[in-house]
C-alpha cells in the first residue's frame, strides 16, 4: 500500500518517484486487473502514467509513472474553467454577460457551437458548453476573453508545475505552435480533481461551479466507460454513484481524470495514454486497459 498523501499538499510535494516504478496492492487485490492491464499496455509499447487516491484518507490506491508528464489534450481545459468560475465568484465579470464568436475563433471537431446559429452567448453558457462536450469553440471564445497567461498565472497560484494549458484549440499545429494544448502528470491531476470535489480550488464557490460544469461531461467513453451511467444524464447518484470528469482525445493521445463516490468509497483517478494510433486495433486496445482500470474502480467504491 503506498503512503497516505494530504489532500492539501501542494506541488512541491507531488515531484519524485522513478520512471518504471509501479505501486499497488498485492496480486488479488481490487485494483490487480486494472494495474495487469495497463502494464500489458506498457508492454505493448504504449506510454502509461496513471494514479488513484482515496478521497477520504489520501491514500495512494495505485500509480504508474504518475509522476511523467504527458500529453492530456482537453483536459486542459479544466484550468480555463477554474478561472472563469473564479471570475465568476470575485463578480468581476457577470455569468450573463455575451460573448461574440469571431472568425479567429474558429475551430472543428469537438462541441456543438460551430452547428449552432447563435453569434453570441452567455459566459457561464461558454463554461457549460465546455464541461459537457468539450466545446472547442467556446474554448477558444473562453480564452480570447481571459487570456491564456492568467490561466497560466492561476495555475501556478495553485501549485501546479507539471501540468498546463499551453495554447488555443487548432485544427492544425505548425512547427511555430505549442506541440500540445495541454500536459500534466498524474500526481498533479488528481491532487487537483480531489480538491474541486472538496470546494479547496480557489474558494468553495469556484469549485462548486467548475464541479457543476464537469458533473455534465457526456464523454464517457474511456475509464468511465465501465461505470454504467447514462452519458447524456448523470449529475445526481445512480446505483449509488456519482462521477465528475474530463477526458482528452488527440491523435495518439486518450486521457481522464475524474472523481467517483459511491456507497462504499470515493477515488480521485487519473489515466493519461499516449500511443502510436496508426491501427484501430491499438485505439481500441487502449480503450480496453482504460475500462479495465475503471471497473476496478467501481469495484472499490461500490
Known amino acids: 500500500m503506498s503512503a497516505p ?72 481545459k479544466v484550468l480555463l474553467l477554474i478561472e472563469v468560475a473564479a471570475r465568476l465568484e470575485a463578480r468581476d465579470t457577470s455569468a450573463l454577460s455575451l460573448v461574440d464568436r469571431l472568425q479567429t475563433d474558429a475551430v472543428g471537431d469537438a462541441g456543438i457551437w460551430q452547428h449552432l446559429v447563435a453569434p453570441s452567448l452567455p459566459l457561464a453558457d461558454l463554461a457549460a458548453l465546455v464541461g459537457a462536450a468539450s466545446d472547442n469553440l467556446a474554448t477558444n471564445v473562453l480564452l480570447r476573453r481571459v487570456g491564456l497567461e492568467s490561466v497560466s498565472a492561476r495555475t501556478e497560484q495553485l501549485g501546479l508545475r507539471q501540468t498546463a494549458m499551453l495554447d488555443l484549440v487548432r485544427d492544425h499545429r505548425g512547427p511555430d505552435d505549442a506541440p500540445q494544448l495541454s500536459v ?106 482504460m475500462r479495465a482500470v475503471g471497473r476496478d474502480l467501481l469495484e472499490y467504491v461500490h
Open 5 to 76: 498523501v494530504q489532500g492539501s499538499e501542494r506541488r512541491s510535494r507531488h515531484a519524485g518517484g522513478r520512471r518504471g516504478k509501479h505501486r499497488g496492492r498485492e496480486p488479488g487485490d481490487s485494483f490487480a486487473k486494472g494495474f495487469a492491464a495497463l502494464g500489458e499496455l506498457a508492454l505493448a509499447g504504449v506510454q502509461v502514467s496513471a494514479r488513484a487516491i482515496d478521497l477520504t484518507t489520501g491514500a495512494v490506491l495505485f500509480s504508474v509513472d504518475d509522476h511523467v508528464v504527458m500529453p492530456t489534450a482537453s483536459i486542459g
Open 184 to 289: 500534466g502528470s498524474a500526481k498533479e491531476l488528481t491532487w487537483l480533481f480531489a480538491s474541486l470535489a472538496r470546494g479547496e480550488v480557489v474558494d468553495a464557490g469556484t469549485s462548486k461551479r467548475v464541479v457543476g460544469w464537469l458533473s455534465l461531461n457526456h464523454d464517457l467513453s474511456m475509464v468511465a466507460s465501465a461505470f454504467g451511467l447514462d452519458p447524456l444524464a448523470h449529475r445526481g447518484p445512480d446505483h449509488g454513484l456519482l462521477l465528475m470528469n474530463k477526458t482528452g482525445s488527440d491523435t495518439g493521445v486518450r486521457s481522464e481524470v475524474g472523481v467517483l463516490r459511491g456507497p462504499r468509497a470515493g477515488v480521485a483517478y487519473v489515466v493519461s495514454t499516449s500511443f502510436d494510433d496508426t491501427e484501430l486495433s491499438a485505439r481500441l486496445g487502449v480503450l480496453d486497459g
